[in-house]
DNA sequence: GGCGTTACGGTTGAC
DNA sequence: CTGTCAACCGTAACG
């Protein structure tokens, strides 16, 4: 991305969001009329509140802005042209020239080099320049890797885990059946009180109601999963499988068993590694993703850096790392699905092998974008600041971080760290658990 | 100028 | 198979 005739990223940006707000009728940004900012702000929870001007374009915020905005010719940073367009490759461009796929995450690679320069003193204004992501997003991957230790994005998508289990269930039937005049929520302290559900996820009063009325009232017959079989798994992997890392782990091959969760270490701790990156846990194959993204020229946002279009790439780089075995031990079928997919892909994979994690993108959705780990994002102009003068040789710490600094980055938190979970840690739940990282690592708040 | 916060449009996946 | 829902995402903007 260049901007145009010398100006910085910030002025240019400035001035293109003026272009836009223009365009939107309305102030925008740092350019916003005085009228706007004075504006008291109104009680946060309220989005409409806000007061926002409606953003009628596509991609996400609230931008004003044509979405192929800043980048015109931008080689790789086509936008959704139609469904064609949009079955080959999409995503957006940024204010800074980054380019994102709005509503994904961006790729661990980018969260990891976020972090990464943050240990290294960076401050996130120059980490979003830097590598072309916004600030609020600096901030806030920042932000939750303070707070839980991981660099992953949470779970996306996905329903609640369910409460009901058939385990639940069946006790609810043993209550019932032990006291038929047993009240709902006795029954439902009876669970608490039995430890068959903690206060996270016993079931509400009305669902064990609805229990009682629907599967209870018809007790005959047994349900689906009191078929004297193990009942359907606690959703211990609930959410998006696709941010599993099937490696096959040293502690746990087959990568079945995921081991503890959500802050209730397991029997084995932290030894059970519910997720695990690639083997990657080593400092050399972190160090691998530095090195892969130097090979791409991602890091040096040098202008030579191709980006490709093929959103594959990044997808089986991310890939390739597993076997198909670890991912055939049934716990990552649509990982799986991804690998076969994407396995014909990249020469230049090769180096990378085992380096990076999964990507925690379904193929499906990485079309394009995401070229390579950080060479998309880093839009192929002249490296940030556009003097060459990287802001990361700065004190004492090189631009290129060596295995030890991005070590250090990775390990400086500590694995037992006490983890703020956002969300109660129910058993099927998501609750981020750094405590399963390894090496420092952060293991993927999201389950499945 | 930096940064935390939040509305917004979007994606995802379980139900 | 489709729609709904609730989670998450990153951006842009506000303060």
Redesign the pocket.
């Known amino acids: 991305m260049k901007f145009p005739l010398g100006l910085g990223a ?1 002025e240019w940006r400035v001035s293109w ?1 003026r272009a ?2 223009a365009a939107a009728g ?4 740092g350019g ?1 009329p005085a009228q ?6 109104p009680r ?7 007061g ?1 001007p ?2 009628l374009s ?8 044509p979405s192929r ?1 800043p980048s015109p010719g931008r080689p790789g940073a086509r936008q959704l042209a139609g469904p064609r367009a949009m079955e080959q490759t ?1 995503g ?1 461009v ?3 020239g ?1 380019v ?7 790729p661990n690679a980018i ?1 990891l080099r976020i972090v990464e320069l943050a240990q290294l003193g960076i ?4 980490i979003s320049r830097q590598l072309r ?5 600096v ?6 890797y303070n707070e839980t230790g991981s660099i992953l ?10 409460v009901t289990t058939p385990n639940v269930v069946k006790h609810i039937r043993d209550y019932k059946q032990g006291d038929p005049g047993i009240f709902a929520w006795e029954i439902r302290d009876r669970l608490l009180a039995d430890g068959v559900c903690d206060k996270y996820n016993v079931p509400s009063v009305s669902s064990i109601s609805r229990i009682l009325r629907n599967k209870i009232g018809s007790l005959a017959q047994p349900g689906p999963y009191e078929t004297g079989k193990q009942p359907p798994p606690q ?1 211990a992997l ?5 941010y599993q890392y099937p490696y096959p782990s040293p502690v746990s091959p087959t990568g079945a068993k995921m081991g503890s969760h959500h802050g209730v270490p397991g029997a084995a701790g932290h030894v059970s590694i519910p997720r695990s990156w690639p083997s990657a846990h080593s400092v050399s194959n972190i160090l691998g993703i530095r090195t892969f993204m130097e090979q791409t020229g991602a890091l040096a946002g040098s202008e030579g850096t191709t980006y490709s279009p093929k959103m594959e790439d990044w997808a089986s780089v991310n890939r390739t790392a597993f076997p198909a075995t670890s991912a055939v031990n049934g716990l990552d079928k ?1 990982a799986l699905e991804a690998d076969i997919k994407y396995t014909q892909s990249a020469s230049s994979l090769s180096a990378v092998g085992g380096f990076l994690p999964a990507c925690a ?2 193929a ?2 990485q079309h394009s974008v995401y070229s390579s780990p950080a060479g998309g994002y880093l839009a192929p102009g002249p490296p940030w600041p556009p003097t060459q003068a990287s802001p990361l040789a700065a004190p004492g710490a090189s631009l290129t971080v060596h295995s030890g600094d991005l070590a250090a980055a990775m390990t400086f938190k500590h694995p037992s760290r006490e983890v703020v979970d ?2 109660p840690p129910s058993p099927g739940g ?1 609750a981020p658990d750094s405590l399963s990282s390894l090496h420092g690592l952060p293991i993927p708040a999201s389950t ?1």
């Open positions: 910030r969001a836009a707000a309305r102030g925008a940004g916003a706007h900012r004075a504006r008291p702000r946060p929870g309220s989005r409409l509140a806000r926002r409606l953003c596509r991609g996400g915020g609230c931008r004003a802005l905005g999409y957006e940024n204010q800074l980054g994102f796929v709005n509503g994904r995450p961006l969260r401050r996130p204004c120059d992501v916004s600030h609020g997003c901030s806030k991957i920042l932000a939750r994005p949470g779970a996306i998508g996905g329903s609640k885990p369910r959703p609930p959410y998006n499988h696709i649509p993108y379904p499906s959705s956002r969300k998501k499945s």
